[in-house]
């Protein structure tokens, strides 16, 4: 009978025993402190994953339809558009307000606001610094476009033939005669350079004697565009007695 020979075990045996034999130790006393760690839990089925909010369907309790969701139809403006609803239509303007390439849309729209306010009209000088759609230009004017009468024009000379007689008045910081120093009459025509350049000098050499300024401090440079247009626009309107329809008319009031 041969000897059995016996075959050591080599270094790396050993050390595979000794690890598992630890982790067997060490999965028991976790068992021991932890009973629930030896049963096997029973994991949830995989679920498919749910679609986009805006992709689900909703039942017709909770969606309204869709007559009520879509928002109001606004009145269609192109490159030619000219705006005439509500307001004085049947009659003429209080004033008329001409913005010559005016740049920022807020302006804008908070100046059509005063417009319909006083039932003026409102004129857009081209070339414009925004779009007629955009939308700081619409939440400036909030839902009073529909009652603003508005025109937009190439150039002045479509303001010219657009007004047939017209009493204008040009805004600049560098005339003479203060605002309220002169006599406005109903249906005059106060006219607004730009935000940034103003009245060009070929308009402001029209007519010199009717070059009006708002007094301001040395601090400042030039008052926001439609702070001017209300200021300027509120003098002519208390002078005429604010003829605005739906107020109760008040006794002109004339320079000294």
């Known amino acids: 009978m041969e000897p059995r020979t016996t075959v050591a075990p080599s270094a790396d045996c050993c050390m595979l025993n000794d690890r598992s034999r630890f982790r067997n130790v060490a999965a028991m006393r976790a068992r021991e402190r932890v009973p629930w760690l030896g ?23 909770l969606c309204p ?14 490159a030619h558009h000219v ?17 010559h390439q005016p740049e920022i849309p807020q302006n804008t729209g908070n100046i059509s606001r005063t417009c319909v306010a006083i039932d003026a009209k409102l004129w857009l000088v081209r070339p414009l610094g925004f779009q007629l759609g955009e939308k ?7 839902d009073y476009w529909k009652h603003l009468q ?33 006599s406005y009459r ?23 004697e009717r070059n009006l300024r708002i007094p301001i401090g040395p601090h400042v440079r030039s008052l926001n565009l439609s702070n001017a247009v209300a200021v300027a626009a509120y003098e002519a309107l208390r002078q005429t007695g ?3 329809s739906g107020l109760h008319p008040v006794h002109p009031v004339h320079p000294v």
């Open 39 to 61: 049963r096997s839990l029973a994991l949830p089925a995989r679920q498919e994953p749910r679609p986009p909010l805006h992709l689900r369907p909703l039942s017709s309790a």
């Open 65 to 78: 339809p869709s007559s009520v969701l879509r928002p109001p139809p606004r009145p269609p403006v192109d």
């Open 83 to 99: 705006g005439c609803y509500a307001g004085r239509v049947s009659g003429s303007p209080t004033l008329h307000i001409v913005l």
């Open 136 to 142: 700081q230009l619409r939440r400036a004017g909030l």
């Open 150 to 182: 508005w025109e937009v024009v190439d150039c002045w000379e479509d303001v010219l033939a657009g007004i047939p007689e017209l009493r204008p008045w040009f805004f600049t910081k560098s005339a003479g005669q203060v605002y309220t120093t002169v």
């Open 186 to 208: 109903l249906g005059d025509t106060l006219i607004f350079g730009s935000e940034t350049s103003g009245l060009p000098p070929h308009l402001l050499q029209l007519a010199p």
């Open 242 to 244: 604010f003829p605005i």
